[in-house]
Nanobody
Framework: QLVESGGGLVQPGGSLRLSCAAS????????IGWLRQAPGKEREGVAC?????????MYADSVKGRFTISVDYVKKTIHQQINSRKPEDTAVYYC????????????????????WGQGTQVTVSS
């Protein structure tokens, strides 16, 4: 099970941290991603982390330099730090797991993820 938290209504600028609590499985061998769906748009991958690949990370070009994904292995929680918030970051953010990754490969392709959380709404507006 994946449960997201940390969303809300925020102003542009500043930072926000989303969290995803994982339960019922270990993080070994899976890739965990954050994906988002803005109003009227398709769901898109923004970041992923692969604990089994020395915590390799991958980011969409649209968020590079502003988003940071990380894992707390003790608490089994995946965090998504969002810096310099922009109105275009407004979306429902989903935590998802890719349970059978291609060996050695990380991906933010939404079609590869097979376990999903319920999502948390982030609205960036002044």
């Amino acid at each position: 099970q994946l449960v997201e938290s940390g969303g809300g209504l925020v102003q542009p600028g500043g930072s926000l941290r989303l969290s995803c609590a994982a339960s019922g499985f270990t993080l070994d061998g899976w890739t965990i991603g954050w994906l988002r769906q803005a109003p009227g748009k398709e769901r898109e991958g923004v970041a992923c982390i692969s604990p089994h690949l020395y915590s390799r990370t991958m980011y969409a070009d649209s968020v590079k330099g502003r988003f940071t994904i990380s894992v707390d292995y003790v608490k089994k929680t995946i965090h998504q730090q969002i810096n310099s918030r922009k109105p275009e970051d407004t979306a429902v953010y989903y935590c998802a797991a890719l349970t059978a990754p291609v060996p050695g490969i990380s991906t933010i392709d939404k079609g590869q993820y097979d376990r999903w959380g319920q999502g948390t709404q982030v609205t960036v507006s002044s």
